[in-house]
């Protein structure tokens, strides 16, 4: 029944490692999105995908490549860890790409670079 | 440069008492500006979307305000409970063409019994 599920919901790993975070939403949605929630608390994006395109992609290091093989799911990849990249990943979407559409969000994955 | 601002950063109140929280934003262009609700470990839940010719949106015993010149919103809650013990974000959406949302840092609201 979840909406919008991630996994894993944490993940422990060691600096330099590679490892993938999944999401899928059930909604039906369009568009996809991945954001970044620092220890400060501040949500800020990375990257968004509409009809599997890339529409958004911030300034993100380009160890970060994000995957969507279908409308459905948009994976997150994540090369060479490093302790910066701690922090919690959340996967949201939403219908459509403008304004007007409601983003809904997963319950987040909590990464950890130890 | 864009950015939301909210305050208090924290606050505390007792069960069945009301609060306002209160975000400013600079943010433009201004499509909508939304508050979201977070409970600890869990995603962001949309609680209101006004357009910037909106000046109050309710959702149960959530009421937000805009005001576009000011570039000012707020958040009341009525009659608090437990449940309502979250963060609370207020979020800006700078673009009428993308999903591009600016969000605020959260106010933190421990409701207590």
């Known amino acids: 029944d979840t909406a919008v599920s991630q996994t894993p919901k944490y993940l422990v790993t060691q600096m330099g490692n590679d490892k993938s975070i999944k999401c899928e939403q059930n909604l039906g949605h369009d568009t996809m999105y991945w954001y970044k929630q620092d220890s400060k608390k501040f949500l800020k994006i990375m990257f968004s995908y509409n009809n599997k395109e890339l529409i958004i992609n911030e300034t993100v290091p380009n160890r970060f490549s994000p995957k969507s093989p279908d409308k459905a799911h948009l994976n997150l990849h994540i090369n060479s860890l490093e302790l910066g990249d701690s922090a919690v990943y959340f996967c949201?979407?939403?219908?459509?790409?403008?304004?007007?559409?409601?983003?809904?969000f997963g319950a987040g994955t909590r990464l950890s670079v130890l | 440069k864009n950015q939301v601002e909210q305050s208090p950063q924290s606050l505390i109140i007792l069960e069945g008492k009301n609060c306002t929280l209160q975000?400013?934003?600079?943010?433009?262009?201004?499509?909508?500006l939304r508050w979201y609700k977070q409970d600890t470990g869990r995603g962001p839940v949309s609680l209101t979307i006004?357009?910037?010719?909106?000046n109050t949106k309710s959702n149960g015993r959530y009421t937000a305000t805009l005001d576009a010149d000011t570039k000012q919103s707020s958040l009341h809650i009525t009659a608090s409970q437990l449940s309502d013990s979250a963060s609370y974000i207020c979020v800006a959406h700078g673009s009428s063409n993308t999903g591009k949302l600016i969000f605020g840092q959260g106010t933190t609201l421990q409701v207590k019994p």
């Open positions: 006004m357009t910037f010719s909106e």
């Open positions: 949201a979407s939403s219908r459509g790409w403008g304004a007007e559409n409601i983003q809904y």
């Open positions: 975000c400013n934003y600079t943010v433009s262009p201004f499509s909508n």
